[in-house]
């Protein structure tokens, strides 16, 4: 886009509100301005993400090799639970005293609604982390030194909360489900 230039001598000339030239003005400013908040919004998901994966990378076992999914589910619940001895501080805070309001209440519900909302993305479609089943990756985790331009060079994947396999309520035990799956293999061989 064009910068908008004036003639020598004509840099304190007004501009008409309705001209070519402060609409030209106008755009450019509004570009300015969004360019501006875009930055800043990336750098705050960049800091948070780099904080995360920091966490993550504080927490790795320098013994395992390969986190499986057992481990790494231990882990999230670890992440998860970090602000627990926090929030247990202030409600002994809170406790204390002859007090009617909350002390550091912005702070607890600030920690509680972040919780909730990471316990819902974790059951529900996945909580973003650092992919702790490739070997390479974990490696470049674990040499990170934290620099946020890095952070496109550690895979980042959703992980899930494990199913717990639930007995089917029609049947009680497993040993009636497999007998029935043999009656069925022993109807499909006399159809043949």
């Given at each position: 886009m064009p910068k908008v230039k004036t003639k020598f001598g004509q840099e304190n000339k007004l501009i008409h509100p309705n001209s070519r030239k402060a609409d030209q003005i106008s755009r450019e400013w509004h570009r300015d301005v969004r360019v501006k908040h875009n930055k800043k919004a990336m750098a705050q998901k960049m800091t948070a993400l780099g904080e995360k994966i920091a966490w993550f990378r504080d927490q790795l076992d320098s013994e395992v090799k390969i986190y499986t999914p057992g481990l790494t589910a231990?882990?999230?619940?670890?992440?998860?639970?970090?602000?627990?001895?926090?929030?247990?501080?202030?409600?002994?805070k809170n406790q204390i005293g002859q007090r009617s309001s909350r002390q550091h209440a912005s702070r607890e519900d600030a920690i509680e609604h972040s919780q909730k909302l990471e316990r819902d993305e974790y059951e529900g479609c996945g909580i973003e982390i650092p992919d702790l089943s490739c070997p390479k990756n974990l490696e470049y985790?674990?040499?990170?030194?934290?620099?946020l331009r890095f952070i496109p060079n550690i895979?980042?994947?959703?992980?899930?909360?494990?199913?717990?396999?639930?007995?089917?309520?029609?049947?009680e035990n497993g040993d009636e489900m497999e007998e029935n799956d043999e009656t069925d293999d022993a109807n499909a061989k006399d159809m043949e």
């Amino acid at each position: 886009m064009p910068k908008v230039k004036t003639k020598f001598g004509q840099e304190n000339k007004l501009i008409h509100p309705n001209s070519r030239k402060a609409d030209q003005i106008s755009r450019e400013w509004h570009r300015d301005v969004r360019v501006k908040h875009n930055k800043k919004a990336m750098a705050q998901k960049m800091t948070a993400l780099g904080e995360k994966i920091a966490w993550f990378r504080d927490q790795l076992d320098s013994e395992v090799k390969i986190y499986t999914p057992g481990l790494t589910a231990d882990l999230v619940e670890q992440y998860l639970g970090r602000f627990d001895e926090e929030l247990e501080q202030i409600h002994l805070k809170n406790q204390i005293g002859q007090r009617s309001s909350r002390q550091h209440a912005s702070r607890e519900d600030a920690i509680e609604h972040s919780q909730k909302l990471e316990r819902d993305e974790y059951e529900g479609c996945g909580i973003e982390i650092p992919d702790l089943s490739c070997p390479k990756n974990l490696e470049y985790l674990r040499s990170w030194t934290g620099v946020l331009r890095f952070i496109p060079n550690i895979t980042i994947k959703r992980f899930r909360k494990p199913v717990q396999t639930k007995a089917d309520p029609c049947h009680e035990n497993g040993d009636e489900m497999e007998e029935n799956d043999e009656t069925d293999d022993a109807n499909a061989k006399d159809m043949e």
